[in-house]
């Protein structure tokens, strides 16, 4: 007699009638929908930046101007020929925000996707398997924790000195391994990642810990389903909401990280437009033209406060127990 | 402050607790570095200032033996603290053997925020120092600190910012407390000839005429000229008859066409990330020169670094740098940056590793030159070579601008370094708010 096929439990992922519900409810939170209105407006600016600026609506953002400064060699007011001013070096301050949320949105969505990847992985790991690689895992994250991550990021971006690192034998010629140490997008968003993952872990490892005892678990575990099975088909499927809820706050947080390095002058190289560099460069004028460090401010205050919603609003709908 | 015993021939004169000694100009120099200094009123009023009560003690240098006069003493730049000397553990290096003291020595110093400088009565120019205080507040970012001038808490202030610097202009009140000295300077992105493309003369006349240099001077606040050599306007012997090199962009891309470079090139252009005027400057020149296909990666670092770098041989392609001199004489900027004589491996301070055997030649001259007249024609010639060879973009000298309150008299601004002195300085308290 062959023994009946057990039934896929009902809790292992979320039901897919359940998803359209789970949709309109997202959609129905004031907090996420605001949050989203605001992040799509900047992904539109954003992503039609080139496009405005070919069709004449948006200046050049690195294209100085004599035109931009008036007699004394000083920025132009809000809509003195441009509708947000110039800056110190006549160039269009709208086209250098809009510009800027490229690099901010770029950098702040690719450093939370490296954080939660670490995140994940550190946290499952340390979770489900225990023992050893827990204590290991934990004091290391807790190590982490210990560093401010924005000390950690300015001696990492410290680091980033244009020096060509051969990751290759000395007598092979190798060069496609060679990394050069170069400040840029790419390098930002990892350093801003690698120091945003801890507290990401602590979350995750408890919810995994909860989860590994749960029935569905031990009944997979019960026939033969192996670790790796485990995780994907039933642990991460489970604590997919808990991570997105963490990776909507975590945005906010690495956006700000990123305006922070580019306000210590040690994000994204010049010309490149950001608003952490614009502030920077706008504070000695802040008294005689203070849109130059409004604006970009605003921007930043904007995209933060939407992101920190729209987590918000995840967390009441993904998670209405912890809203209790 | 006490005197613990008379000061000796090749020692320091006074014994103070903290183990240091100010030699020279230095702590006004720190203090002019960080752009703040407040001058303390004599109890006594004004007229107490003017006199020293104590006179040179016979044991110290006598001036009219070392010095061919008081001026040259006063404007040497080579000064430093320098721990007390140890007469147990003598030192070959000059600069820890000090001999003889400056004006002021220091009274009290918290580190980090306040110095204060005391007249030293054993100066050996009797009439001088006039101070009997100098109080320094360090680390005071340049808007608090002008913002305490406007409030007159503070009676001198060093470093203006821009656009504190054009509110200045447009206020009347305000501008009779600046002080201009024009052209002080010189301010150019150097090209090193040593590697390619600036190898090539053409190249090098290419990036002269590529740049619209009255653009960059409306750039930074008209706080600055056009730079017609290498040379500070207000040194002796600037050669009045030299011309800058105007703006032509036909001519840049024809000679870049000459020189084999119709698409441009790229390079890397360094640039101290400290000063907000390098960055516009290294940020102008980059985008001049990407109209002529010419692509700059900026690079910034801090200053030391920036030196260190660019002293190295075949490091650093182009950069941002300036030079203020500390004395009137072409020697100093010229010997320094443009003789080849002095090309090192490491540590080179011509950073362009300019060298020109002509030039050469008329160097080894002027030092051998006993007739001043002549010595500063032969350093006119060498001024026309280099710029002729255009070893550097000659950009723009800028001006000494020093805020000094109108209860400060006797202040002579500089176009040298230091901008200041206090030697001659002193104060009527009338119309100076109290000190808070």
């Known amino acids: 007699m062959s023994p009946e ?24 939170n004031r907090l996420v929908a605001s949050g989203l209105l605001v992040i799509m407006c900047l992904s539109v600016f954003a992503l039609s930046a080139p496009l405005l600026t070919r069709a004449g609506w948006l200046q050049n953002p690195v294209a100085q101007s004599s035109k931009g400064l008036d007699e004394d060699g000083m920025p132009k007011s809000m809509g003195d020929g441009s509708v947000l001013g110039t800056d110190n070096l006549g160039r269009d301050v709208l086209s250098r925000v809009v510009y800027g949320t490229r690099v901010s949105l770029t950098v702040g969505i690719a450093s939370m996707l490296t954080a939660t990847l670490i995140g994940v992985i550190i946290g499952i790991a340390s979770g489900y398997y225990g023992r050893a690689l827990d204590v290991v895992l934990m004091r290391f994250t807790e190590m982490n924790m210990t560093l401010p991550a924005v000390l950690l990021a300015v001696a990492l971006a410290g680091v980033l000195d244009n020096r060509l690192i051969h990751l290759h034998p000395a007598g092979l010629e190798w060069h496609w391994l060679d990394i050069e140490l170069k400040r840029g997008m790419a390098s930002l968003f990892l350093i801003i990642g690698f120091v945003s993952w801890p507290g990401m872990v602590r979350v995750i490892r408890a919810e995994v810990l909860a989860l590994k005892e749960r029935e569905f678990v031990i009944a997979s575990r019960a026939l033969g389903a192996s670790d790796s099975r485990i995780i994907l088909k039933h642990i991460l499927p489970n604590i997919l909401p808990t991570v997105i809820v963490l990776a909507a706050m975590t945005t906010a947080g690495t956006i700000l990280m990123e305006a922070g390095l580019g306000y210590l002058g040690i994000g994204v190289p010049p010309p490149t437009p950001t608003w952490g560099s614009m502030i920077n460069d706008g504070q000695p004028y802040f008294i005689t033209a203070p849109h130059l460090v409004i604006v970009p401010g605003v921007a930043i205050l904007l995209t933060v406060l939407a992101f920190n919603l729209l987590g918000q609003g995840l967390q009441e709908v993904i998670t209405p127990r912890q809203r209790r | 402050m006490e005197v613990s015993r008379p000061p000796k021939r090749g020692d320091l004169a006074l014994d103070r607790p903290m183990g240091l000694w100010v030699l020279g100009w230095l702590l006004p120099m720190v203090a002019l570095f ?10 006594g009023g004004p007229d107490g200032m003017l006199r020293l009560a104590v006179e040179a003690d016979p044991h110290s240098l006598d001036p009219g033996q070392v010095f061919s006069n008081e001026e040259a003493m006063l404007t040497t730049g080579s000064a430093g603290i320098v721990r007390r000397p140890d007469p147990k553990r003598p030192t070959k290096s000059p600069g820890n053997v000090p001999i003889g003291a400056g004006p002021f020595v220091v009274k009290n110093w918290v580190r980090g925020a306040r110095i204060q400088l005391e007249r030293n009565p054993y100066y050996i120019l009797r009439k001088m120092p006039q101070p009997d205080r100098i109080d320094v507040m360090v680390n005071l970012d340049r808007t608090t600190q002008f913002m305490m001038f406007e409030r007159g808490e503070l009676d001198f202030q060093h470093y203006i910012q821009d656009p504190d610097f054009v509110r200045i202009r447009r206020r009347p009140q305000l501008s009779s407390a600046l002080r201009v000295v024009a052209g002080s300077s010189p301010t150019f992105v150097f090209l090193n000839c040593e590697m390619p493309p600036f190898t090539n003369r053409l190249v090098r006349l290419a990036l002269n005429y590529a740049i619209d240099k009255e653009a960059l001077v409306r750039v930074l606040a008209n706080r600055c000229v056009v730079a017609r050599g290498p040379l500070q306007l207000v040194v002796r012997g600037f050669n009045q008859g030299l011309t800058a090199y105007p703006h032509d962009p036909a001519k840049a891309r024809a000679l870049l066409a000459q020189a084999g470079l119709t698409n441009g090139f790229e390079s890397t252009l360094w640039t101290n990330r400290d000063d907000p005027r ?11 020169l990407k109209e002529y296909g010419i692509r700059l990666e900026i690079r910034e670092v801090g200053y030391p670094t920036l030196v260190q770098l660019c002293g190295k041989r075949r490091n650093v392609p182009m950069g941002v740098f300036d030079w203020v001199s500390a004395a009137d004489d072409p020697k100093e900027l010229l010997d320094s940056l443009l003789n080849g004589d002095n090309i090192l491996d490491e540590n080179c301070v011509n950073v362009a590793f300019y060298s020109n055997p002509r030039a050469q030649q008329l160097f080894r001259d002027a030092v051998a030159e006993a007739n001043s007249n002549r010595r500063l024609e032969i350093y006119r010639q060498i001024e026309s070579i280099v710029v002729e060879d255009v070893s550097w973009i000659f950009l723009v000298q800028f001006n000494t601008e020093v805020l000094v309150q109108h209860w400060v008299k006797g202040f002579k601004p500089r176009g040298f370094w230091p901008p200041a002195r206090f030697d001659s300085t002193w104060l009527e308290p009338a119309g100076r708010p109290a000190t808070p």
């Open chain 1, 5 to 28: 096929p057990l039934e896929r439990p009902k809790d292992s992922t979320l039901a897919g009638s359940n998803r359209s519900k789970s949709l309109s409810n997202l959609v129905a």
């Open chain 2, 34 to 43: 960080q752009g703040l200094v407040v001058l303390a009123v004599s109890p």
């Open chain 2, 278 to 288: 390098w960055i516009k400057i290294a940020l102008f020149v980059q985008q001049s």
